[in-house]
């Protein structure tokens, strides 16, 4: 239990007044504007809008900020922001394979149509820092070629053409999409309500739980079928105009992961799939979020449930790091009446101990929140 | 017959509005105004007041099955009213009301035989060449980041 605690008042006022002040740094030094922030640490930006599910650079920006760069807090911010705006509708299905593509990879084929676009990546760099970096840099343009007109097709839509890889589950018209900022969590979790758990996630939180299953905790031998990044429309079924009005672009990452299937006595073998997706530049999170996606499809495709990774209730309910922060960080909040009771129980315990009583203590219980 | 090119007719001015809100929504705002400058705006009301608003973005499993909420974007819609009865919308990402309030006006003007031609000439198809050719750079420097492999051959062929 919590207790009203008075008189903190000034102490708090002065604390955020010394935060303010301690987040500006050095005076001399010119302060960051949200541009530089959206357009240099662009990468950050995306991860707050992913896990804050909020797609808005801008106050993704003033959020890291004002969090003066802690991610979690600036994800926080941006999750209570979400809450003072009404929802006008969900947007239709953003089509992937139209994507503006400015980075596509696979890793199961060499020679996919349209190629493999490395794009602006950190893979083959030296990860040598750059000194030149740190005196100010003029980077040179871009270098040019000529686009192909050709089309992207998603590898997995290749794969898919020979039936040797599972086709995606399709609407079902009678069960309404899962949304998980309306109903509360419940298990079983449906596949759509699973991805959007994923979505929001921590990155690190992922990003282990993938690398746990690749280790052999409910492995499930992954391939990178393809990742790619880049622009894709957004539309929006406005019924005051009557049709789908286009919203923008948004940025997006998508990996699609191909996994072994053995196949059942129904079933022949075929890959499988894991899926990932997310806002901005965001590699390592679909990756990670892909291997997990197909983790959790142990229920669904008869696998035996023995790691964390494929368990859907401990990785749903512990993917979230505004919900995880919270929990943890509140054991800094005043517990004094709670801590009272645990001490003059433990004081009396102690009592008995050294009265040299031949009984064993009753298990202390357990702490109170 | 005459039912049949009513439809024809009713589709083509609906694409044609859609493609103009594509325009627009991916353009500046400051663009879009100064665009606009040249052109006598005739009177109109809001019938929506500008506001901003979310929209739950919405992904494929697998990118092309089922639906599934991916995440929130800010989005800007407004509506107005021309004095000669056209009706216009203006959807937009982002938090920018004056843009959504803009490109409603534009898709009123669209709809207007008075001031169709002036809002493609004046505005449209600056902010189109503009958008096409933002695109097709980063197409380019795309491009240049392609993997071209080349077979080393070893031993005797």
């Given amino acids: 239990m919590y207790v009203a605690v008075k008189g903190g008042e000034r102490a708090i006022e002065n604390a955020h007044r010394l935060l303010a002040h301690e987040r500006r740094g050095d005076r001399e030094v010119p302060e960051l504007s949200l541009a530089q922030i959206s357009g240099q640490l662009s990468l950050g930006v995306d991860r707050i809008m992913t896990e804050g599910s909020l797609y808005d650079r801008e106050l993704a920006a003033l959020a890291l900020k004002q969090a003066r760069g802690d991610m979690i807090e600036a994800i926080f911010l941006v999750r209570a922001f979400r809450a003072t705006l009404p929802r006008f509708g969900a947007s239709e299905p953003v089509d992937t394979g139209q994507m503006q593509v400015r980075r596509r990879i696979s890793s199961t084929f060499k020679d996919i149509p349209g190629g493999q676009i490395l794009g602006p990546t950190f893979d083959y760099t030296h990860r040598l820092l750059d000194p030149e970096l740190a005196e100010g840099s003029k980077p040179e343009a871009p270098a040019t070629a000529e686009a192909s007109a050709a089309t992207m097709p998603r590898v997995t839509d290749i794969l898919g053409r020979d039936g040797l890889i599972e086709p995606s589950p399709q609407l079902d018209a009678n069960s309404p999409v899962g949304d998980l900022t309306r109903e509360p969590l419940s298990f079983p979790a449906d596949r759509d309500l699973r991805l959007q758990n994923l979505a929001r996630a921590d990155e690190g939180f992922l990003l282990a739980l993938g690398y746990s299953t690749q280790r052999g905790y409910g492995r499930s031998h992954p391939f990178a079928g393809e990742i790619r990044l880049g622009e894709v429309e957004v539309e929006f079924m406005a019924e005051d105009v009557g049709f789908a009005v286009p919203l923008g672009a948004v940025t997006l990452t998508e990996c699609q992961m191909v996994n072994q299937f053995k196949g059942s006595a129904t079933e022949a073998p075929c890959f499988t799939r894991g899926y990932g997706l997310a806002f901005g530049q965001s590699e390592r999170k679909t990756m990670s979020m892909a291997l997990v996606d197909r983790s959790l499809r142990a229920r669904e495709l008869g696998e035996e449930i023995v790691a964390p990774a494929q368990d859907e209730e401990f990785v749903m309910s512990h993917s979230d790091n505004v919900q995880a922060t919270g929990f943890v960080e509140h054991l800094k909040l005043p517990h004094y009446v709670d801590f009272q009771s645990e001490l003059g129980l433990l004081r009396k315990l102690r009592q008995e101990f050294s009265e040299a009583t031949v009984e064993i203590p009753e298990p202390m219980q357990e702490a109170a929140e | ?157």
């Fill in chain 2, 1 to 157: 017959m005459k039912a049949d090119m009513t439809v024809a007719d009713e589709n083509g001015k609906q694409a044609q509005r859609k493609a103009a809100m594509a325009v627009l929504a991916h353009s500046d705002a400051a663009e879009i105004a100064r665009r606009l400058e040249p052109i006598a705006v005739p009177a109109y009301e809001n019938l929506r007041e500008p506001e901003n608003g979310l929209v739950m973005l919405r992904g494929r499993i697998g990118g092309d099955g089922a639906p599934f909420n991916l995440g929130e974007a800010t989005v800007s819609r407004a509506a107005v009213r021309l004095a000669s009865g056209e009706v216009g919308f203006g959807y937009t990402l982002g938090r920018d009301r004056r843009k959504a309030q803009m490109i409603a006006l534009c898709d009123a003007l669209v709809q207007s035989s008075e001031f169709s031609v002036a809002v493609e000439e004046n505005v449209l198809a600056p902010l189109r060449a503009a958008m096409i050719s933002e695109r097709d750079r980063r197409a380019s420097e795309t491009a240049a980041t392609r993997v071209d492999f080349y077979t080393m051959v070893r031993g005797e062929g």
